[in-house]
């Protein structure tokens, strides 16, 4: 029997990397009231990344958690496009888990407000649609190798036709509170640091005066006259 040990997960220390990812939906109007169920718009709720890439290389798969009250409301899609379409009356939040291409890389979960009825957008063939989309960072520090080897494959930049909205408000927006994390992290630590570097002074002062407090410690006598 021969036995195939697992290689150790090696990350990459002191290295970051990020990808840029745009959730959300859109619904169309029936126009009616279906009489079967009394749906009123269909839907879709989607993962895409915000680049021209090929998404496969670090996300493994997506899982839509939808309203109890639809059948299999878990919903896992395992391949692009990464999205659920349905049919509803109500509006409700999805819980969107992204599962990586490595394992050893913890999932990470946004949550989105299914939309039907607002925002509406004009379409360029001038149709209206319901359409929300949200930028968003999957922000990697110290990465599995195996990770940081798929997270460096070129991309092209995006278009911002490719969406309905402008996401350059939101990106910055998001930029600015990544940057905001980052420092207030590094004071975290900072603080994590001094508390350790204190803690250590008070170990060797007390473990000083258990020395001098032992039986059988010599002690410097003095005389007086």
């Not at 109890?68 to 692009?80: D, G, I, L, M, Y």
């Not at 819980?95 to 407000?113: C, G, L, M, Q, W």
């Amino acid at each position: 029997i021969s036995i195939t040990m697992a290689e150790p997960t090696v990350r990459m220390l002191g290295k970051r990397s990020s990808r840029a990812i745009v959730y959300g939906n859109t619904a169309t109007p029936f126009g009616y009231k279906r009489e079967s169920d009394g749906h009123t718009h269909s839907w879709t709720v989607f993962v895409k990344p915000y680049h021209y890439e090929d998404e496969t290389r670090w996300i493994k798969k997506v899982q839509f958690k939808l309203h109890e009250s639809f059948a299999n409301a878990t919903r896992v899609v395992e391949q692009p496009p990464f999205e659920v379409t349905e049919s509803g009356w109500g509006e409700f939040e999805v819980h969107i888990r992204i599962y990586f291409t490595d394992p050893n890389e913890k999932s990470v979960t946004a949550y989105h407000y299914l939309r039907l009825y607002q925002p509406v957008v004009t379409m360029p063939d001038g149709s209206n649609i319901v359409s929300f989309e949200f930028y968003d960072e999957i922000v990697f520090n110290e990465p599995t190798r195996l990770m940081w080897g798929a997270l460096s494959a070129p991309y092209k930049k995006c278009d911002r036709a490719r969406f309905t909205h402008d996401l350059r408000g939101q990106k910055e927006q998001v930029l600015e509170k990544i940057e905001a994390a980052k420092g207030e992290l590094g004071r975290e630590i900072e603080d994590l640091r001094e508390s350790l570097r204190e803690a250590h002074r008070l170990m060797l002062k007390y473990s000083d005066i258990l020395e001098d407090s032992a039986p059988g410690t010599p002690r410097a006598s003095v005389s007086r006259n």
